[in-house]
């Protein structure tokens, strides 16, 4: 048995595939040209294999290479997707619209916008964590430019219905954003059927290299405007200026491609290991599993414990398995899980939950071993907080 512990953290990172580095190491050393320098062939080799991953990016999910504009990651596709509409359609309104169980990523930039003057509006989630489409018409209004909904959480790995709200806001005349991050290269997107106008996406969590995003911009149908938060050069367009960095463009571009490859046996493999897990895990009373039983991840489960301590719990089950209590971008903070609150959790029962990502390289083995352990802690745990009750 390896000494290191089974990695269930997928929705935090992935690692990087051998294919994907493989297809990267060659942009570090012999084709490291800039791809903006054409007058030469560096640049023509860096520039064409660019090329070749802008349109992979697009082809995943029905769009055109013209519209794939690189980033560092998801976090700066989101900023630039919602300060960038903010910015560009300030005359026609100032209200935008988003969900109380989205990432930071997109509930801060839409705080920040709170101190301009913009005016938010945050959907709750059902118990299951989708929205109810009904109450995010009734928020719709004339000055209203944007809505924010991520395609599937990072916590607790729902799936929001993109088809469904992207007619309603393009019925409406409203700008359609949403956090993809977690779902590429996991379930199948089309930006035009889905009517999708902004899509943030990022290669780390798809077995790609971290530090490299990709914000896709609908050029027509409706033509999106942004404003740049990034200025010096007018590379992408004009929309993100900065050096491509070659070698992660590369890798995210491979990383997609076998992802889509691959996505119909992993999806079934994968959803199968977890199903496994959940099975097992439900020997013991008290657990609940968090969002939608069917419409998530294929791996992600997330689950609250009744009855044990949240800190206690995650050092219980350090030694065997890497998992988080959520968000691995808001790991610092103190405070419960908001995803997990805006179901109508305690924040007891918050604070006592875990969220396994299972992912390509995780087998059954692993799946059987990481229930066996979660069963014993959970159960040495309530056995001392039945001891420590009784003595006091």
Known sequence: MSSRPIYLDCHATTPVDERVLAAMLPYFTENFGNPSS????YGWKAEAAVKVAREILADAINATPEEIVFTSGATEANNLAIKGVAEAYFQ???????VATEHSAVLDPCDYLKTLGFEI???????????????LEKAFRPETILVSVMAANNEIGVLQPLA????????A?????TDAAQAIGKIPFDVQGMKIDLMSLTAHKVYGPKGIGAL???????????SPQQHGGGHERGMRSGTLYTPQIVGFGKAVEIALQEQATETQRISQLRQRLWENIQQIEGIYLNGHPTQRLPGNLNISIE????SALLLGLQPIMAVSSGSACTSAKTSP???LTALGHSEQLAYASVRLGIGRFNTDEEIDQVAEHAIATIQSLRKQTSLVNIRS
Request: proline content about 4%.
């Open 121 to 135: 509006t945050v959907l709750p989630v059902q118990k299951d964590g989708l929205i109810d489409l009904t109450q």
């Open 173 to 177: 005349g409203i700008l359609f954003h």
């Open 307 to 310: 009855g044990v301590d949240g």
């Open 38 to 41: 054409i007058g030469h062939v």
């Open 92 to 98: 026609k309104g100032q209200h935008i619209i988003t």
């Open 164 to 171: 469904e709200i992207g007619s309603r806001c393009r019925d």
């Open 216 to 226: 896709y911009v609908r050029r027509r149908n409706p033509r999106v405007q942004l």
């Open 337 to 339: 899980s908001h995803v």
